[in-house]
């Protein structure tokens, strides 16, 4: 504990056991470097994540393992890797997938190859001349000379250093190696068939999951941080703006996306579960799916924690195991319908069947970078201590919270990461669990925004257990790899939100699971949270003072190391009413009461989490500069955004949150 000056008691022992991290990854793939391909692989930890594991222990789990290759052959997958050189070959398929512009890189709806008939023959897809027209639709002139860093920025990507190559007007493809431009990591040029330039360009999965932090000068693997979870993007802008070049996907930010830049609504599970695989779904399911309303949006979790989570999604909906769900959105259109498209559906689950677990494997390798700036190695070793042995709960603290499973500090629910505790049976039951998480902690304990919990309510468990994604012939095995959320699966465990690992947790910011708090500092003092924020802007070229710019994320300029996040302004709220109707939405609150949400509102909500697609349809369109500039606005007041829950962190005292944060930095 903390002595008055903020030092650690004098009998507690500051040795170099407390700080130490594996960064995330693969245990699996880490032990095969160096080794031949021969090397049989050990057991991945996550499969020890087993009923009865943490009885006992100061870290729990609550959500376990399941295998859904006990039988590859029934569901048409391959089984896990047994050796090294297995692994390594899965790892080079994923790694293709999702490297941007590599013959075998994949994109949205698309798969791998937009000329065949299961892909819509590339319906998701836009050609480069497309794509070199968006500076009309953004007002401009002339072709601005910094195109290609203006898409990044006005749809919240990056520029890699990696070449991921476009055609400028006038080039062909194939006599430019893929031509002169550079797309942002979001967008990658397909290949046809035999490996030659296709000319068309599809979004590709780090729209979502790889952002930016810094440059490469200020780190190895800062600038783009493949994996973070991106905080960046606007989808639906670039949609929108490629709708009127007749690009005929766009019509896609009607059915999902989001309403607030930097978030998704990527697991919208309930549209996909309409189409079951084989089994018709009942009327009851139909009408559950319909009246689960929406999931509104969500922060995107980090890839470099998978190899360390048992189950996947903020509620812990899916195993980790379950690869195709995960290979969605690079499904072949007609994949996504089930039996309805038959042979053509059948077509695209292949696909999906054949690159789910390489595409895993490469994505479970992925590590955090590591912190970039100083770090006060004694504050962080005082804050090990807290993180793993502070009871939140304990004598004097108060706290009116329900107390959880575990010893009552934030390793109980996050993970054990230092050496110390690692290897301390009272913690895990064995040091092969370093930083597993797998608890996903009740919402009348959390307490944070319960939409995303509802929405996945009944019927979306049920009819989803009936999806191609849900392994439907796992069913009723002690393997099911059906939504885990199902009564029979779960048992006695409550509904709510799953405490994620915290490898590289500086780099996500911002927190919980649907992004409404900017940074830990005030994930840890609740009583510091604004109602309305809006992340800082990356300055705009002086010659281009309208331009819509990204989030800034320089981090000399733009981060704030000692509240661990993103610096941001606080936004004033206005009442939006008909006598006022121009009040912008994203600020729509009651300014008597900031903590309050105007009436109207609370009743559109009720729409919002009763009817699905509601939320996205009943909502104005955004075309003006202010209503884009808008989208920045995070108002905690709007369905799905509210900022409150973990607020057990109240009892812990400013000198217990500086340390904490400190060691934080250190994962």
């Keep these: 504990m903390l002595v008055a000056a903020g030092l650690v008691s004098p009998g507690v022992s500051s040795a170099g056991d407390l700080i130490g991290s594996s960064r995330g990854g693969s245990v ?37 393992w399941k295998d859904c290759h006990v039988n590859p052959a029934a569901v048409q997958e391959v089984g ?46 836009f050609t480069a001349g497309q794509y070199n027209e968006l500076w009309r639709i953004w007002g401009f002139l002339l072709r601005p000379d910094n195109f290609d860093s203006l898409v ?66 200020d780190g190895p693997g800062l600038g783009v941080v493949l994996g973070g979870g991106s905080s960046l993007a606007d989808l639906d802008l670039f949609l929108s703006d490629l709708l009127p070049l007749g690009y005929p996907a766009s019509l896609a930010t009607f059915a999902n996306l989001n309403r607030t830049r930097g978030t998704n609504n990527a697991s919208d599970i309930n549209l996909a579960f309409l189409f079951p695989d084989e089994t018709l779904l009942s009327a009851g399911e139909v009408i559950g799916l319909i009246n689960s309303g929406s999931t509104a949006g969500m922060d995107t979790p980090a890839w470099w924690n998978m190899g360390h989570r ?99 500090s934030c390793a109980s629910c996050h993970g054990a990461y230092a050496p110390r505790y690692v290897n301390d049976p009272a913690f895990l039951a064995t040091p092969a669990l370093e930083g597993m998480a797998s608890y996903i902690v009740p919402l009348s304990i959390i307490g944070t925004d319960p939409v995303r919990v509802n929405t996945n309510n009944l019927a979306v468990q049920t009819a989803g257990a009936k999806n191609f994604f849900g392994y439907p012939q796992t069913a009723g095995t002690a393997q099911d790899c059906g939504p885990q959320n199902q009564p029979h699966i779960r048992g006695n465990r409550e509904l709510g939100y799953l405490a994620p690992p915290l490898y590289g947790v500086w780099a996500t910011a911002p927190y919980l699971h649907n992004g409404s708090v900017p940074n830990v500092w005030e994930v840890l003092k609740p009583s510091d949270r604004k109602p309305i924020w809006r992340r800082v802007s990356t300055p705009p070229r002086w010659d281009q003072p309208l331009t819509i710019m990204g989030f800034d994320t320089n981090l000399q300029r733009a981060y704030d190391s000692t509240k661990l996040g993103w610096k941001y302004d606080t936004i004033a709220c206005q ?83 500086v340390a904490l944060i400190e060691y934080l930095k250190t994962l």
């Design 575 to 657: 009442w939006r009413t008909p006598l006022n109707p121009a009040v912008s939405p994203y600020i729509n609150c009651d300014p008597g009461d900031e903590f309050r949400t105007p009436l109207a509102q609370e009743m559109m909500n009720v729409l919002f989490s009763n009817i699905f697609l509601t939320w996205n349809i009943l909502y104005p369109p955004t075309r003006t500069r202010q209503q884009l500039e808008d989208r920045k606005i995070f108002n905690t007041h709007a369905f799905g955004q509210d900022n409150g829950g973990h607020e057990f962190n109240s009892v812990l005292t400013d000198l217990e949150r």
């Design 28 to 64: 699996q793939w880490d032990y095969c470097y160096g080794k031949p391909d021969t090397a049989v692989l050990p057991v991945d930890p996550r499969t020890l994540v087993q009923p009865g594991i943490s009885n006992g222990k100061a870290v729990h789990f609550n959500a376990f």
């Design 80 to 125: 896990h890797a047994q050796t090294c050189g297995e692994l390594r070959q899965r790892f080079y398929v994923g790694e293709g997938l999702l490297t941007n512009g590599h013959p075998g890189a994949g994109a949205l709806f698309t798969g791998t190859d937009p000329t065949r008939v299961e892909s819509g023959l590339g319906i998701a897809t």
């Design 152 to 217: 990044a920025q006005r749809y919240g990507s990056a520029v890699s250093t990696e070449r991921n190559p476009y055609p400028l007007p006038g080039q062909n493809p194939n006599w430019t190696n893929g031509g002169s431009g550079q797309l942002p990591q979001m967008l990658t040029q397909l290949r046809n068939p035999d490996g030659s330039w296709s000319g068309r360009i599809g979004v590709t999965c780090h729209a979502c999951h790889s952002g930016a932090v810094g440059t490469p000068a």
């Design 310 to 408: 048992p189950v996947k999604f903020v509620d812990g909906v899916f195993p980790m195991d379950a690869p195709r769900v995960d290979m969605v959105f690079y499904t072949p259109f007609f994949g996504l319908f089930g039996g309805v498209g038959g042979p053509v559906s059948e077509a695209g689950q292949d696909w999906m069947r054949t690159n789910g677990p390489p595409l895993n494997t490469w994505v479970e390798s992925l590590k955090a970078p590591r912190y970039p700036l100083a770090i006060n190695q004694t504050l962080a070793e005082q804050g090990a201590v807290l993180f793993h042995t502070l009871d939140m709960w304990g004598p004097g603290r108060n706290n009116p919270v329900q107390r959880p499973q575990g010893n009552g």
